[in-house]
């Protein structure tokens, strides 16, 4: 049996002083004595050790990795897992660097980061390095992250002459008992240079799955090396701290009976991706697990990963929990998850990478005030996506960070002002008392007050709202613009201060749906007001809009106007009180809101798993996203006289990456000439991408974006000529939305050049 103890030394507070002590939870710091343990590397230069505090206005960027001090005693100091370890729970050593090529995390520490920033809530030594001339990144990293290892075990040395506030000891393995075996899949991204995860020092690229002692994973067994997405990677301070390991260990014999963990790498390329899920399940089996919860670390690329590891882990019978952020665009709307597997039902989700922060201004900056996606100086009001945000959504549940499909998303709220609120209504020709179909062209016009189904709302609001203005169009009129007039729409409605804004019910016609939710959507966005659509299930124009607007169910017909209208002032009173309305009143929305949790998301993960074990169906956290569906474009009738153009997401630039392609989360591509060059030379040019090993591509970058193969098919006269310009970007966890974008104006870019007998040819990871 093996055995560990915990020694847990609360920090409360971190000074520097003259000398090294911990005495009442107050952490001294000798800053001479720290300076003196750190390597004078040739790779890098130590510039600056500093101290944040929680809640205080310190911004730190670009944070790398992130240590909990910690430090073994006794004769077990080598060994992981047994023995005993002092640790300084609420301490952390940050490493500070710009190396070349990565885009590090944020951390802030005021008050208004607390739900975002895990480590705004720590007391944080940190290390500022800068990388000497001429010093490689992967020699920088190396020496940085040894460094860091050092201040953190100093840190620990000052605890070992004092008594702990706790002690928490750990036996394994668990005793045995009546309920049926659980486990976890520890999955880890190792692919390359800075993107590595080292287990006892060794990097685990070629790793297979392995049988890991659940207390090696808390003393320290697992560090990280990788670079790549701060929001959702997992640093060191986190494999320290393992959360689902800890949780599990916690429910053992409660809810759940812990039989162990399987460590696994997420591995690059799809046959090596094979082999690792078909060991897990050759491990799952041996340990006669019935259950496990599978973690993610990284992008979409590793996605494939847990949906591959999911999928044939069900099929053999045993129960799966997914612990996953998300990434589905600022606004929510966009489908969270890159692939899915139809085993994948129950899923604990950690956040939406997407969504977009806003913390207040800095009076202090450690490390570099410009930050990738800030467009201003770090010392001024930041707005930046949850996505550079160090651990935010951090996926083996550390934080509390959710997403909700409850409620109605960004829409605004109705003023708390006394008396009525003011409310806009719209309506059709018919509908406004211009006409029938004759009358379809009606021009856009507004009227005072209600007109027609409008006094059927004026009698249901009684005194709490008054409908200020109906706003009439003809149905064709609205559908030869929709874009513009729902614009002027809004800018007619604007014109009354209205509280809230009705359109409909339109029930089952067609263009009246469109319509009403295309002014619905332009009302919204323009006054930042709440708007209700009255419209039936089927008709088209809830597939187009029902995310940015309240659609309330109303029948197919104007039989149905007296329940349609009821309904719509109840969820339009409802909003009037500052309520959201109920799940029901309203059609759902493929809207993704981000939302804190009481629990962590390792609780929340193992207590899905402890339900399913029990043979209940417990909610999922994160319903599987549909995807749309795009027809591809018709074959070239003939190559020989067509021109074929590259393209690649897997991030290849010219040696300076002159657009400043993102390694991941990309907001830009780049076009760049190759002219008359028979292939790409590896001399001139890089990798901007942080998803894959790409030390291939590296070496020769035609395997990336394969010129010498099309001049040779060019040359053999296959195909008619290569294009003069190849586009690329990083696809690595970029967004849906920036991703049509990109592919928007590259189309667009194409067609500027060639309006006909033009292909092209596109590259992934």
Known sequence: MMQLEHLIHPVKEMVFSSKGTLSDGKLAIQKDDLAALLDDDPSVRLIGIEIARPGHSVRIAPVLDIVEPRVKQGP?????????????????????????????????????????????????????????????????????????????????????????????????????????????????????????????????????????????????????????????KTCTYIHQNNPLVYEMIKQHGRSIHFSGVILANEMSRLEDK?????????????????????????????????????????????????????????????????????????????????????????????????????ENSLKETASLPLSRVHSSTNQLGFGYLSCSADGAGNQGSVSKKEGPFRVVHYLNQFFGQIGGEDKADAELQVREGPVGPGMAFKMLFGQKAEIVATIICGDNTMGTNLDEISASVAELAGHYSPDLFIAGPCFLAGRYGMACGAAGKAVGEKLSIPTV????????????????????????????????????????????????????????????????????????????????????????????????????????????????????????????????????????????????????????????????????????????????????????????????YFYTTAGNATSVENSEKFGREIAEDIRRQFKQKVGVVFTST
């Not at 975002?116 to 809530?121: D, H, K, L, N």
Request: hydrophobic share 35%; charged share 25%.
């Open 274 to 374: 094979e082999k690792v899920a078909q060991k897990i399940v050759h491990i799952a089996k041996d340990m006669d697990l019935s259950g496990v919860v599978i973690n993610q670390e990284g992008g979409a690329n590793t996605l494939t990963d847990v949906m591959m590891i999911c999928r044939r882990l069900e099929r053999e019978g045993i129960k799966t929990v997914l612990i996953l952020n998300e990434f589905a665009g600022e606004d929510g709307k966009t489908p969270s998850l890159a692939e899915t597997t139809a085993e994948a039902e129950h899923i604990v989700s950690t956040g939406n990478n997407d969504f977009r922060i806003t913390l207040p201004a800095a009076e202090t900056i450690i490390g570099s005030d410009r930050f990738p996606g800030v």
């Open 533 to 724: 659509v009255g419209i039936a299930e089927s008709n088209p124009g809830v597939d187009v809009y029902r995310n940015d607007t309240y659609m309330v169910p109303c029948g197919e017909s104007a039989a149905k106007m007296k329940q349609a209208a009821e309904a719509m002032v109840e969820l339009a009173l409802c909003l009037s009180k500052g309520r959201s309305p109920e799940t029901g009143s309203y059609l759902t929305r493929n809207i993704r809101h981000s939302i804190t949790r009481t629990e962590n998301g390792a609780m929340r993960a193992v207590s899905m798993l402890a339900a399913k074990m029990k043979g209940l169906e417990p909610k999922t956290e994160l319903p599987l996203p549909r995807f749309d569906r795009v027809d591809p474009a018709p074959p070239l009738a003939n190559l020989s006289d067509s021109t074929v153009i590259l393209c690649t997401e897997g991030g290849l630039t010219p040696k300076d990456n002159p657009d400043r392609i993102e390694m991941s989360m990309a907001t830009r591509f780049g076009k760049y000439p190759i002219g008359d060059l028979q292939r790409l030379d590896p001399d001139q040019y890089t990798v901007a991408h942080g998803g894959y090993d790409n030390a291939a591509a590296q070496e020769d970058p035609n395997r990336l974006l394969p010129l010498d193969a099309l001049r040779d098919l060019e040359d053999a006269g296959i195909v008619g000529k290569v294009g003069n």
């Open 76 to 232: 077990s100091q080598t060994e992981h897992g047994k023995g005993k370890t002092h640790i300084l729970r609420g301490a952390a050593v940050m490493g500070v660097c710009e190396l070349p090529g990565i885009q590090e995390g944020l951390v802030d520490m005021s008050q208004a980061a607390g739900w975002f920033s895990p480590f705004s809530g720590t007391h944080n030594l940190v290390l500022v390095f800068e990388v000497r001339n001429e010093a490689g990144r992967v020699d920088a990293d190396h020496a940085i992250r040894q460094n860091l290892f050092k201040a953190a075990e100093y840190l620990g040395s000052l605890a070992t002459t004092c008594e702990p506030d706790q002690s928490v000891r750990f036996t394994w393995p668990l005793p045995q008992n009546d309920k049926a075996g659980t486990g976890l899949v520890y999955l880890v991204q190792s692919q390359g240079d800075l993107r590595r995860t080292y287990l006892k020092g060794q990097a685990m690229d070629e790793v297979m799955p392995l049988s890991l002692n659940p207390l090696e994973a808390l003393d320290n067994a697992v560090t990280s090396g990788n670079f790549v997405m701060p929001s959702n």
